[in-house]
């Protein structure tokens, strides 16, 4: 039973347009939400979070949105550009741990 | 700032053997937090250490085992390997055992079961 599902395992985007990457889960006890991007050979690096009482957090190119009732949530990056190349894993806390999804390949072409 | 250091960062073993793979958290974080990481899969929680106690645990054997040093430095032992434990393994850190904050992984331990 996967709690946190990203459907897409890969998504591909030209530079300057958006990447949506998104992201599902079942446990409704979670509190907070998170993305990490993975480039190979180094540990996943934190990108942006939201809390479970908000429905929207920006960072710069970066957007989470959380969509509560549908058990969803989003990361919008706009401009995409050629560096945001990676595998992007969406991750959900509940009282400290930690269940994260197997992760969206995301390809910006030049 | 170091960040978070593991060690080795490649391994092999045989199966039946036992390994030990080593953290050390970023400097002022208390909590460290184990995930293994198969091929195409995303990080899964094995367990939480926060003041030296494990306080949370995933669906992993009781083969897998851990511990935490007063310097909130830690260990992840594995016992009795099998080839199915061949896999990344990811260690986290962060400031307290609640969750609500980011975690910040180490590059991670490649341990291949022979």
């Known amino acids: 039973d996967q709690q946190v599902k990203q459907n897409s395992p890969s998504l591909s985007v030209q530079e300057g347009r958006i990447s949506i990457l998104n992201c599902d889960y079942t446990n409704s006890m979670f509190d907070y939400f998170l993305w990490y991007k993975k480039y190979p050979a180094e540990g996943p690096t934190f990108l942006i979070s939201i809390s479970s009482i908000k429905d929207k957090n920006e960072d710069g190119r970066f957007t989470v949105f959380l969509n509560k009732s549908a058990k969803h949530l989003s990361l919008h990056i706009v401009p995409s550009q050629p560096g945001d190349s990676a595998v992007y894993f969406c991750a959900a806390n509940n009282a400290g741990k930690s269940t994260f999804g197997d992760g969206t390949t995301l390809t910006v072409k030049p | 700032d170091a960040g978070v250091t593991q060690s080795p960062t490649h391994l092999i073993k045989t199966r039946g053997q036992q390994v030990t793979l080593r953290c050390s958290p970023k400097?002022?974080?208390?909590?460290v937090s184990w995930y293994q990481q198969a091929l195409g899969q995303g990080p899964q929680f094995i367990f939480q250490y926060y003041e030296e106690e494990e306080r949370q645990r995933g669906n992993f054997p009781d083969r897998f085992s851990g511990h935490q040093f007063p310097n909130y430095s830690s260990e992840l032992n594995v016992n009795a390997l099998l080839l199915g434990d061949s896999a990344l393994y990811l260690c986290?850190?962060?400031?307290?055992?609640?969750?609500?904050?980011?975690?910040?992984f180490g590059q991670g331990t490649r341990l291949t079961v022979v």
């Open positions: 986290a850190s962060s400031l307290g055992s609640r969750g609500g904050t980011e975690a910040f």
């Open positions: 400097s002022g974080h208390d909590t």
